[in-house]
């Protein structure tokens, strides 16, 4: 018969860190967390290799007395709260005194602290949870924290990580975050001894944004302000027109603390309406405030959940405070044009197809004709209907996206996108694989302003644009200039394509270590984003469509696996109009 028996401390610390330590950035978010608490102005972080070797948070906070440095590794200690009822008015981001036993026992930690009136300061040094030695050691009032051979003791951890490139991404956003939380504190970032950024502890929002994410964005953003008893919003969300591709730039806070919401982010993209197009984001910084106890912080250990005690109030205040500051930036620039181009954030759509609210390029011609995107004369000779399509009667359009045609067992509705898509994804990956990128030179070059991050990832991956056909100088901190690029962009798209690639390259979806998998997921992007669909679509170009979709290597999918169309069959159509 086994034992019921307690675990000893080190195992159950090694059970809560695979629940709050479950990347290096949680490290990073556990160790500036303290730091902010201990009431630090200033807050240094260093990593190298994404974390995985070192992670080092500096503070000049009020540091722990050599007893308090000892208890403060042990499981739930905690010195910010005494009793549950605590959380209800907490003003800490710690609570739950796990964050560093859990930290300590997957790695190897080591602590210098000296507190205020102190003569001098303490050294600990742990390893996976066992104490190694506790000494004395000079040093200013303040605690660094070192953590070395993260997740070493528990390898099964080491295998669940992502490539450098995304935990270090995830590392970055972190320190972002809380740089934007606490503008009173300055923030330091380096990685690999290079520095991300600095933020100087500055009082205003906007000048804060443009430090941590670069001044194009920050001038993007219109002010948001409004409150309601018990409910304060205020903050900068994106111009309609204005998204971008993840979710980086879309940060909610709530009393201080950086939040996911899904009120707040459905409220939020309800605010933009049809202005935002689908699966793009706003860039928004919303700070909410409310009072403590209509909020449950505590719903996840490590996960930045939260709860309102009412989601719907909270839903509709935040939804008007944006609309708001949308329709606000719109009567200030004017009144509305009619349109496509008009902007109506709140405006139902009523079934009515309207073009997103993009600053985006000019409508081109429909790509047979298009003299931008490339067609080799092989292409170009193509009949309109070679043998292989089938033999389908185009009808008609619908809502422009849709192709209607009758088979010869029923009809087909093609859904023009992800056919174009799935072209568009064979044809470049053809020519990738060709090495043969037609690259052109433009006429205006388009000056990019990119945050610290985007910057390094650009110059770090140059050979990989160079390769593509893009031709980028740098000319100044952040500052780059686009000077050519690949010939199947369209024309006015090309800065955007070039973010939209750096964000794929932040968050892993395109790796350039390895090349032949970049090049498909190169030409996935480029097939989603760069390339617009043709507006006119008569017979003739649908044929043309149908005769290359059917060339491709798998016709009924897109690259991201959606159905390139489908088709209601003759009996189909009669049992649902109940024919007999
Ligand atoms: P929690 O933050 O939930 O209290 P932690 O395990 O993160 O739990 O930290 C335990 C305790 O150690 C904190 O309550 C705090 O008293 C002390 N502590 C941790 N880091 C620091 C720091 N950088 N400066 C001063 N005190 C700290
Ligand atoms: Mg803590």
């Known amino acids: 018969m086994p034992h019921v028996r307690i675990l000893p401390d080190r195992v159950a610390n090694q059970i809560a860190a695979g629940e709050v330590i479950e990347r290096p950035a949680a490290v990073v978010k556990e160790l500036v967390e303290n730091s902010l608490d201990a009431g630090a102005t200033r807050v240094s972080i260093e990593f190298g290799q994404a974390g995985r070797s070192l992670i080092r948070v500096e503070d000049n906070g009020r540091g722990m007395s050599r007893d308090d440095a000892l208890l403060s590794l042990e499981r739930h200690a905690t010195s910010k709260i005494s009793e549950a009822s605590d959380l209800d008015h907490l003003n800490s981001f710690g609570f739950r005194g796990e964050a560093l036993p859990s930290i300590a026992s997957v790695s190897r930690l080591s602590m210098w602290t000296r507190a205020e009136g102190e003569e001098s300061g303490t ?174 912080v505590n719903v996840h250990p490590a996960k930045r959940e939260v709860r309102f005690r009412s989601e719907q109030a909270v839903r509709a205040f935040v939804l008007k405070g944006v609309a708001q500051a949308l329709r606000d930036a719109q009567a200030a620039a004017g009144p509305p044009r009619p349109g496509p181009g008009s902007l109506a954030p709140q405006v139902p759509g009523g079934g009515q197809l309207r073009a997103p ?40 359009l619908a809502h ?100 939209d690639l750096l964000d794929a390259l932040r968050d892993g979806r395109i790796s350039a270590r390895n090349p032949d998998l970049a090049r498909d997921q190169l030409a996935r992007l480029a097939a989603s984003r760069a390339i617009r669909l043709p507006a006119a679509a008569g017979e003739a170009e649908m044929s043309a469509v149908l005769a290359e979709l059917f060339s491709t290597r798998s016709p009924l999918t897109s690259p991201a696996g959606r159905p390139t169309f489908i088709e209601i069959g003759e009996s189909e159509l009669a049992r649902r109009l109940q024919k007999s």
Request: negative net charge; charged residues 25%; glycine residues 10%.
């Open 123 to 296: 050294e600990i040094v742990v390893a996976a949870g066992k104490l190694l030695h506790v000494r004395e050691a000079g040093r200013a009032v303040g605690t660094s924290i070192e953590v070395a051979h993260l997740f070493e003791p528990v390898p099964a951890r080491r295998k669940f990580l992502k490539s450098d490139g995304t935990e270090s991404a995830h590392i970055v956003s972190c320190v972002r975050l809380y740089a934007l939380a606490c503008p009173a504190v300055s923030f330091t970032l380096i990685e690999d001894g290079r520095l991300v950024f600095r933020s100087p502890s500055c009082p205003s929002l906007p000048e804060r944004v443009s430090e941590i994410f670069g001044g194009a964005l920050a001038e993007t953003l219109l002010s948001v302000e409004s409150a309601e008893p018990g409910l304060r919003l205020s903050g900068l969300t994106g111009r309609p027109g204005s998204s971008r591709t993840s979710r980086h730039e879309t940060v909610t806070f709530v009393n201080g603390r950086p939040v996911d919401s899904r009120t707040l982010t459905y409220a939020l993209a309800e605010a933009y309406g049809e202005s935002l197009p689908k699966g793009r984001y706003p860039a928004a910084f919303l700070f909410l405030e409310c009072d403590p106890a209509a909020v449950d």
């Open 400 to 499: 422009g996206c849709y192709a209607l045609f009758e088979t010869g067992a029923g009809i087909v509705i093609l859904d023009r996108r992800a056919a174009h898509e799935r072209i568009w994804f064979e044809r470049l990956g053809a020519q990738f694989r060709a090495g043969s990128v037609p690259s052109q030179r433009l006429l205006l070059s388009v000056t990019l302003e990119l945050d610290p991050v985007g910057s390094a990832l650009l110059v770090d991956n140059a050979e990989f644009f160079r390769a593509h056909g893009f031709e980028i100088a740098e000319f100044g901190r952040n500052f780059f200039r686009l000077e050519a690029a690949p010939a199947w962009i369209e024309a006015g798209g090309e800065g955007e394509f070039v973010r």
């Open 357 to 396: 609210l993009s600053v985006g390029p000019p409508e081109r011609a429909p790509y047979p004709q298009g003299p931008v995107p490339v067609k080799d004369a092989a292409e170009e000779a193509a009949p309109a209907t070679p043998a292989g399509g089938p033999r389908w009667r185009f009808l008609a």
